[in-house]
């Protein structure tokens, strides 16, 4: 079956500098790729998505781009705040399908440190 | 405007005893996904209702576990006879269509069970 493999945490970064937070993925087709994050105490909300191949989304400076290639879908900030401390859970969907039930990875938690 | 609410956001039940837990999905969506979060895990798909038909219980680990619609909006998740390992944050999301949009998802219930 379908199944999502992210890096495992946590993973911690000084304030301004350069993150990475690897997602793999092997399913049936063509999926659509999200990243979720989480931060604390918060339920998950959608940071960013791509539902093509070579699609990048991005959103509050974070971006991925969808590779089929290398089934991957890497996160990627180029300088990361306090703020952006929370656990990011990578995943996917087959859009019209009967569900479109998401399923995730195993999540990353991110502590920036000032 | 509002978003998806869950209650109670936390329940601690002796082993054995049978549970409720309540969704309130964001007014007029269609869709509606129950899911599963172990600590340290990711959210694992339960169940998921379009309007008040449930079209996908494949998640639902065992008989114990069942979920109603009754009329297309709030949705129950019903735990009978609860085993330490149910003992999960079970979250709640809604979408607006069956198209595959966005799923916003709630704070989650966090459930103990002794």
């Known amino acids: 079956g379908d199944s999502v493999t992210q890096m495992e945490g946590p993973v911690t970064l000084s304030e301004e500098a350069f993150l990475t937070i690897n997602c793999t993925y092997t399913?049936?087709?063509?999926?659509?790729l999200f990243w979720y994050v989480q931060y604390p105490g918060e339920g998950l909300q959608l940071l960013l998505k791509a539902t093509k191949a070579d699609d990048k989304g991005s959103n509050k400076g974070f971006e991925a781009t969808y590779r089929k290639e290398t089934t991957s879908f890497h996160l990627e900030k180029g300088s990361v705040q306090v703020s952006d401390s929370a656990v990011y859970f990578c995943a996917l969907t087959h859009y019209g399908g009967a569900t479109n039930k998401l399923i995730f990875g195993t999540g990353t938690l991110l502590a920036v440190q000032p | 405007g509002a978003g998806v609410s869950q209650s109670p956001r936390y329940k601690v039940a002796k082993r054995g005893q049978d549970v409720a837990l309540r969704c309130d999905p964001i007014?007029?969506?269609?869709?509606l996904f129950w899911y599963q979060q172990a600590l340290g895990q990711g959210p694992e798909f339960l169940t998921y209702?379009?309007?008040?038909?449930?079209?996908?219980k494949s998640g639902l680990p065992s008989d114990r576990f069942f979920a109603e619609r009754p009329e297309g909006s709030v949705s129950t998740l019903k735990i009978q006879r609860t085993q330490q390992e149910d003992s999960a944050v079970y979250l709640c999301?809604?979408?607006?269509?069956?198209?595959?949009?966005?799923?916003?998802f709630g704070p989650g219930t966090r459930l103990t069970v002794l």
């Open positions: 399913a049936t087709g063509y999926p659509s």
């Open positions: 007014s007029g969506h269609v869709s």
């Open positions: 209702f379009q309007n008040e038909a449930q079209l996908d």
């Open positions: 999301a809604s979408s607006l269509d069956n198209l595959g949009g966005e799923q916003f």
